[in-house]
């Protein structure tokens, strides 16, 4: 699959994904087997997400067959930038398009585009709040 410029990790994806079914009724409590089928994803996967949540402080996790994960906070009270850095930290100030940390050039051909295209995207989803996704699945084919 070809990813664009504007592409986030399929982590972040899966994030942004089970938050929103999450806040669809953020008291109840949702098992991880139940959210990864909805969303045709890994459990294990989705579990080292919601660890990664859980650590950010945007769900609660208990343990045992009536256990799950829900929303730590209301759904109007998390912004999508929230959820990003939970898994993937800040957005970088000085990106590069190769993903490298360190590059040999003197000057980036792309940089102007790139620190416009990421304070497009941080202000974007500093602004959105986990309340304003609204997600609809398909039906999934059973296994």
């Known amino acids: 699959m070809k990813k664009s410029l504007t592409s986030v990790s399929e982590a972040c994806s899966l994030a942004f994904h089970a938050m929103a079914i999450l806040a669809q009724s953020p008291q109840a409590w949702h098992r991880a087997e139940d959210i990864a089928r909805a969303l045709d994803a890994s459990v294990h996967h989705l579990l080292k997400i919601f660890q990664r949540l859980k650590k950010a ?3 609660l996790s208990t343990p045992g067959p009536k256990g799950g994960h829900r929303l ?7 912004s999508l930038l929230d959820i990003y850095r939970a898994i993937e930290g800040d957005l970088p100030k000085k990106p590069c398009l190769f993903g490298r940390s360190a590059c040999r050039a003197k000057s980036c051909p792309f940089a102007e585009l790139l620190e416009e295209v990421n304070e497009k995207a941080r ?6 709040r986990l309340s304003d996704l609204k997600l609809t699945l398909r039906e999934t084919k059973r296994r």
Do not use: D, I, P
């Not at 730590?72 to 998390?78: I, L």
């Not at 202000?123 to 959105?128: H, M, R």
């Open 57 to 59: 402080g945007l769900v």
């Open 72 to 78: 730590a906070k209301e759904a109007q009270n998390v």
């Open 123 to 128: 202000l974007y989803f500093s602004q959105k």
